[in-house]
């Protein structure tokens, strides 16, 4: 199972990379990208959509559960690129494998796979005995933790074929920290598991040439958190030193570098992008 020299294996970086200006490295001239949970406009798969639209993508796949047609009409006008709107559940291992099949049957290949989609705990402290818990706890980690693995395995399997790709995982700072007062303790641990399946991944993916990052949003002001009660939100808002929330466009250059050859030695990363919340 495992190789009997474990002495790293000298290999040289690949000499394509230096002949090539930085910017050019932020291209994705040809590539073919995947992005789940871009149906919204403000939402953070959204703006890595567009800033994969906007870095010269061949091609765009936005899934959401929710229909994401006007979404991918929407940047593929703008934007002149064939962006594609697939309707996906990603909580499924099935869903997620039919729409990969089908984003290869229609483009080719997948370069770029950002597994995004993700739902919040509005139900309050596990604790609380007037909520159903349990039902809710399996529903936010279907979506938020097996969600993602059922993309990075079927993702997984074409990018060690083709022995390239680049996997991006939207995270949180939630992963790293908890904040006070803590209501929401599923989607920490459903996002610290994401954190520590980028790590896990790129072990592996780097074995075959491809990479997996993810990214650790702080309070975006992205509709998600809009059921909160101002209060708490404002309580938590207080104590960013930025003094705000971030918008999703404050996101997309992370996206952009995770996905691009700019970070071609950017392998298990945690890309922290929150105002410095978490610097305190
Ligand atoms: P958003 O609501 O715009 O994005 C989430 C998307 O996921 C929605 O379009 C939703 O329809 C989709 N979705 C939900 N369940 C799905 C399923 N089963 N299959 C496919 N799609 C599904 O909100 P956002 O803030 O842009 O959230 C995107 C990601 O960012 C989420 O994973 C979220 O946890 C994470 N995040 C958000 C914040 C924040 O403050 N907004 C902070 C850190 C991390």
């Not at 593929?76 to 594609?84: F, I």
């Not at 404050?250 to 919340?277: K, R």
Request: hydrophobic share 40%; proline share 5%; charged share 20%.
């Amino acid at each position: 199972l495992y190789p009997n020299d474990l002495s790293p294996i000298p290999k040289p970086p690949p000499a394509s990379l230096s002949k090539r200006s930085t910017f050019d490295l932020f291209s994705l001239k040809g590539k073919i990208c995947v992005v789940t949970g871009a149906a919204r406009e403000r939402g953070i798969g959204y703006a890595a959509a567009e800033a994969y639209c906007e870095a010269g993508a061949k091609g765009v796949a936005i899934w959401d559960y929710n229909d994401p047609s006007e979404a991918a009409k929407k940047l593929s006008e703008k934007h002149h690129t064939d962006v594609r709107a697939y309707k996906v559940d990603v909580s499924t291992d099935k869903s997620v494998k039919e729409a990969i099949n089908q984003v290869v049957k229609d483009f080719g290949t997948i370069d770029v796979f950002v597994a995004n989609a993700g739902v919040v705990w509005e139900t309050g402290s596990i604790l609380n005995p007037e909520n159903d818990n349990d039902k809710d706890w399996h529903h936010l980690m279907d979506v938020d933790l097996n969600g993602v693995y059922y993309c990075a395995k079927n993702v997984g399997k074409i990018f060690k074929k083709q022995k390239s790709g680049a996997m991006v995982i939207t995270a949180s700072m939630s992963g790293l920290i908890v904040n006070f007062p803590n209501l929401q303790t599923p989607y920490n641990v459903a996002k610290a598991a994401c954190i520590h399946m980028t790590k896990s991944l790129a072990v592996e993916f780097a074995q075959f040439g491809a990479r997996i990052n993810c990214v650790c949003p702080g309070y975006m002001d992205t509709g998600l958190s809009d059921f909160l009660d101002k209060k708490i939100l404002d309580t938590w808002c207080q104590m960013i030193p930025a003094g705000r929330q971030g918008v999703n466009k404050e996101l997309a250059g992370a996206y952009l570098y995770l996905a691009t050859d700019a970070a071609s030695y950017t392998n298990g990363a945690a890309l922290v992008v929150d105002g410095g919340y978490c610097c305190p």
